[in-house]
């Protein structure tokens, strides 16, 4: 049996589209056009995964989004507009896994979807010491980076934060999340400090920094290592 | 909307002070025609038009100053008994009274002719806003509206690549109407001081890297090159809305050059800012409008190559954006032709202080090696 997503949208249009490309990639899925519908739904038929809009007629989509974390495990993609930074990082607070910015392209949505199956099925350890994404390489039994097979030297806190992406690799990580693995809680508020060592491991794995291929920046937000 | 720089002026102290030496100017004068047989008639003139021309220019609490002053000096340095601050003669009540009221009178029209005309320039400003706002909107709007329409009733013999060609616009113009939209919020929240702008110090390369994934597909047919040097100081600003002003730049660089052109992204570092230079080979400005493109919502004359470069908000917000920031933007035609765009930035050097502090926060399962150190 194939997945189940939950979809949870108001506007009829994005629902729409939203439905046909859910059924075109052969997922199961079930509609909710507001907030207590969804949690009815979800009640009935734990789904999957979730898709939920943040914008919702007749509750604040974080409630939902908080109701429903306090019993399903499976994974929550929150879509939300832009200029909505600090919604977008309280969504992840609440325990959304990751989050769409419309208009977002059927590429894109597709591509989260898969990450967030893949780490809900991995539990968050993707069983294995190689990691490998375009030229990059982490084997992480020898601690080496390489880049098309040429090695990268990395500092010890570099190396940390690259590992601590790979493990969620595909994921939006916030800053105060990478802050907090990296550096540990008393840094959780330093961002600049991470951007300064993120600026650092781009110019050593990147081709070109200020376009990079896999460390993505998420404005406002934090990070997310290319997960292909 | 946009901030409106009013004309009011602060009754600070400075507006006191001017008073008092215009009344120093007409005891001046008053005191070297003295022996030119300046009649005292004359004389109360020349403090009357003292007193009205601070009234103007200051308004009612500095005139009434002047009028004060102008009446103590007449007495003291002109009229008899001298050196004294007495009248001999009733009659200069009426004298004074006349001047006082016509100080007061001048200075009440003064200040609401300032009212109306601060009111004309604020209704003038919100006419040209609406009207900016709503070409900015409606015409992508009207070309979206055309093509659907083309698309929906187009002939069965349209081909695929047509088709393709009419989404191609609509997607184009959607993402477009979108920045617009974009661009009005950002004015809103930097009017109103909206409390999720957070300003912090920022690494220049991400925030062009943010905005140039955002452009991607508009900027496809140009080729972008990047020079920010690896030492580039941190800039002071609030990510979303630096990232908005190079998004209206590149934009406006792709929308205002042929494919194929070239677009340069530049960092230098001064010594207490960051110069960020946006280049392109295309047309160039139309000489003399370097400045009046940033104006608000200025409109491009059709003589302008292209016929809408500067025209709506993009580069108004731009530069006002720029200034919240302490910085500014300007615009010149480079040395090689094409536009160029520059922004300064405040900065900081960027110390991360690793070593030491850095080994501490380590939790105790790590090896045992200096932070810098490779691996």
């Known amino acids: ?228 | 909307m946009p901030s409106v720089s009013s004309p009011s002026r602060p009754r600070s102290a400075s507006n006191y002070l001017a008073a008092a030496a215009i009344v120093a100017a007409c005891t001046a004068l008053s005191g070297l025609s003295h022996w030119g047989a300046l009649t005292e008639a004359n004389m109360w003139m020349i403090f009357l038009a003292g007193t009205l021309l601070t009234a103007l220019r200051f308004g009612h609490g500095p005139a009434m100053l002047a009028f004060g002053l102008s009446a103590a000096s007449m007495s003291f340095f002109f009229l008899h008994p001298k050196f004294e601050f007495q009248f001999s003669d009733k009659q200069y009540f009426i004298t004074i009274g006349i001047m006082g009221a016509v100080g007061v009178l001048i200075s009440q029209i003064a200040s609401r002719l300032q009212t109306v005309r601060r009111q004309v320039e604020v209704e003038q400003l919100r006419n040209s806003l609406l009207t900016s706002i709503s070409h900015d909107l409606r015409s992508p709007l009207a070309t979206i509206a055309v093509t659907t329409s083309e698309l929906l009733e187009g002939s069965p013999e349209q081909t695929l690549a047509e088709r393709r060609d009419v989404l191609e616009t609509i997607v184009d113009e959607t993402r477009q109407l979108g920045r617009q939209i974009d661009n009005l919020l950002d004015m809103g929240r930097l009017n109103t001081g909206d409390a999720t702008l957070t300003f912090d110090w920022n690494v220049l390369e991400e925030l062009v890297g943010v905005a140039l994934a955002r452009l991607r597909r508009e900027l496809a047919g140009r080729n972008v090159t990047i020079d920010l040097p690896s030492d580039l100081p941190l800039v002071w600003a609030a990510g979303d809305l630096l990232v908005q002003v190079l998004i209206n730049l590149l934009e406006n660089a792709s929308r205002y050059t042929p494919p194929g052109s070239c677009i340069e992204i530049r960092g230098r570092s001064h010594q207490r800012h960051v110069e960020l230079t946006i280049a392109d080979n295309g047309p160039g400005l139309p000489s003399g409008s370097e400045e009046a493109i940033f104006g608000k919502f200025v409109r491009g004359t059709t003589a302008v190559a292209d016929g809408r470069r500067g025209m709506g908000l993009g580069l108004a917000i731009c530069r006002h954006i720029m200034r919240a920031h302490g910085g500014d933007i300007a615009a010149r035609n480079g040395r090689a032709g094409g536009a160029e765009f520059v922004m300064t930035l405040r900065c900081r050097e960027r110390s991360v202080e690793e070593p030491a502090d850095d080994d501490a926060l380590i939790p105790a399962t790590a090896e045992p090696r200096a932070a810098g150190e490779e691996i």
Do not use: N
């Open chain 1, 1 to 228: 049996l194939s997945p189940l997503v939950m979809l949870v949208e108001d506007e009829a249009p994005m629902r729409r589209f939203l439905r046909g490309f859910l059924a075109r990639y052969g997922y199961r899925f079930v509609e909710a056009d507001c907030g207590a519908e969804a949690l009815r739904l979800a009640g009935e038929t734990p789904p999957d995964l979730v898709l939920l809009d943040l914008g919702l007629p007749d509750m604040d989509g974080q409630d939902v989004l908080v109701q429903l974390r306090e019993w399903l495990r499976s994974p929550i993609i929150v879509l939300s507009v832009r200029d909505q930074e600090r919604q977008k990082v309280m969504a992840l607070e609440h325990g959304a896994d990751d989050y769409l910015t419309k208009p977002f392209s059927t590429g894109e949505l597709l591509a989260r979807i898969k990450v967030a199956f893949r780490h809900a099925a991995s539990g968050g350890a993707d069983g294995s010491p190689l990691f490998t994404v375009g030229d990059l390489t982490i084997d992480r039994t020898a601690r080496r980076v390489s880049l098309a097979g040429a090695e990268v030297r990395l500092t010890r806190l570099e190396y940390k934060l690259l590992v601590t992406m790979a493990r969620h690799a595909g994921k939006v990580l916030t800053h105060q999340f990478l802050l907090g693995e990296v550096w540990g809680p008393k840094r959780a508020e330093d961002v600049q400090h991470l951007r300064v060592f993120m600026a650092g491991l781009r110019r050593k794995i990147e081709r070109e920094p200020a376009q990079p291929r896999y460390f993505i920046t998420e404005q406002g937000v934090g990070y997310r290592l290319a997960a292909e």
